[in-house]
Each structure stands twice: as structure tokens, then as C-alpha cells.
């Protein structure tokens, strides 16, 4: 099994290396033709609209998407699931459209622009230590995405920050960021379940 990892920007050498310490073979991927060749693909943290933007020049919306249709399981992170969702409530930028949500950039303002929590994760025993760096949130979500974390705003709403849709897994946080593998765990167990 070969997990790929969106090498256009952001912290993608993070994600090779907790799944190469996971013992997965994970490559970088930058060409419609090294897409092809793997059987899960990581799009890691960063800055959205220029992981869109490269993915444009690289010619690789299309294919990404292609694949996604045909059920190979994504994990995206932070920017990622940015990529991954339909729209953002801030505006335009080029998307995947492979999520049904939308979703909110930088969400959790000036006074929590990076934090941590413990987070309940919907089939894991023990909570996840969660960084979040200008994160977003779910704003709205299709009646497919199922929930499996959330985070409560100082207004005392709940926002998802953890989804699942078929085989796409979004987070707003980086499990890259903290060595917890139950993340990239659950996304190598979605491809044995092909
Ligand atoms: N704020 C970034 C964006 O909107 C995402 C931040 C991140 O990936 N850590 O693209």
C-alpha cells in the first residue's frame, strides 16, 4: 500500500514522517501521474488558497477528484480540509468540492488563533490532544458527514472539527503536529477495508 501526500505547500514532511514511522510507504505527490499510483492520499496543513492555486497549475483538481469519486480514502488537515470541502463562508478559492461542507477559515478569531484541547472523538477510547493553528470550522454540513469531534465556541456553540464522509476524513486540527497515529491509522484501515 502506497499513502501519497499533497507535496504542493505546507507541513506535508510531517505527515511522511509519522507514516513512515507508522511503517506505511508514503510519497510525495505533486503530478497527476504520481497521483495514480497510490491508494490514499494526505493533504496536509498550510495555506489553502495557495494548496489550491498549485493544484490548479499542476493539473491536479481533476484527477484528485476522479479519484475521490471512485472511493480512494482522503485525509485532509487543517488547510486541507479547506481543499476537500464545497465552499468557504469567506469567498472564493479553488476546492475539491469532494466534502459536503462548508466551511469557515481562520473560525476561531484573534483570541484563539492557535490553542489546544483535549478532544472526544466518536470511536476512539481515549481523547485526542488537538493543535489548532488559524483553524476553521464546519459551518454547514451535508446530511452524509457524520460528525466525530467538535469544539465549543465562547459563545457556547458546537462547531465539527472532525468529519467523515464515505471515505474522507477532514480535521481543522494537525494530528501530524502531536505523534498521535490513531488518524493516519484510521485512514491506512479505510483502504484495507477496499
Ligand atoms: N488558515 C489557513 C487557511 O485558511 C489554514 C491553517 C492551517 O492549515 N494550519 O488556509
Known amino acids: 500500500m502506497i ?11 510531517e505527515h511522511i514522517a509519522i507514516l513512515s514511522k507508522m511503517g506505511v510507504d508514503a510519497e510525495e505527490i505533486r503530478t497527476p501521474e504520481e497521483l495514480a499510483a497510490v ?7 498550510g495555506e489553502s488558497t495557495t494548496i489550491g492555486r498549485l493544484a490548479e497549475v499542476y493539473g491536479l483538481i481533476g484527477p484528485i477528484q476522479s479519484r475521490c469519486e471512485a472511493g480512494m480514502p482522503v485525509l485532509g ?10 465552499s468557504t463562508a469567506d469567498g472564493d478559492q479553488a476546492q475539491l468540492g469532494v ?21 472526544e472523538v466518536v470511536g476512539l477510547d481515549e481523547p485526542m490532544h488537538a493543535v489548532f493553528i488559524r483553524a ?3 459551518e454547514k454540513i451535508g446530511a452524509d458527514v457524520e ?21 474522507i ?26
Not at 491508494?39 to 496543513?45: K, N
Not at 488537515?77 to 464545497?86: D, K, N, P, V, W
Not at 476524513?169 to 477496499?194: C, K, N, Q, Y
Open 147 to 167: 460528525v466525530l469531534a467538535s469544539v465549543i465556541d465562547t459563545e457556547g456553540e458546537s462547531h465539527p472539527v472532525l468529519v467523515r464522509e464515505g471515505r
Open 136 to 138: 476553521p470550522w464546519m
Open 77 to 86: 488537515t487543517c488547510a486541507g480540509m479547506i481543499f476537500l470541502a464545497s
Open 39 to 45: 491508494d490514499a492520499l494526505v493533504i496536509p496543513g
Open 169 to 194: 476524513l477532514a480535521t481543522s486540527f494537525h494530528p501530524e503536529l502531536t505523534g498521535d497515529e490513531r488518524l493516519h491509522r484510521m485512514l491506512v484501515d479505510l483502504v484495507d477495508d477496499i
Open 99 to 119: 466534502l459536503d461542507a462548508c466551511v469557515r477559515r481562520n473560525a476561531f478569531g484573534r483570541q484563539f488563533d492557535s490553542f489546544e484541547a483535549d478532544l
Open 3 to 13: 499513502v501519497g501526500v499533497l507535496a504542493l505547500q505546507g507541513d506535508f514532511r
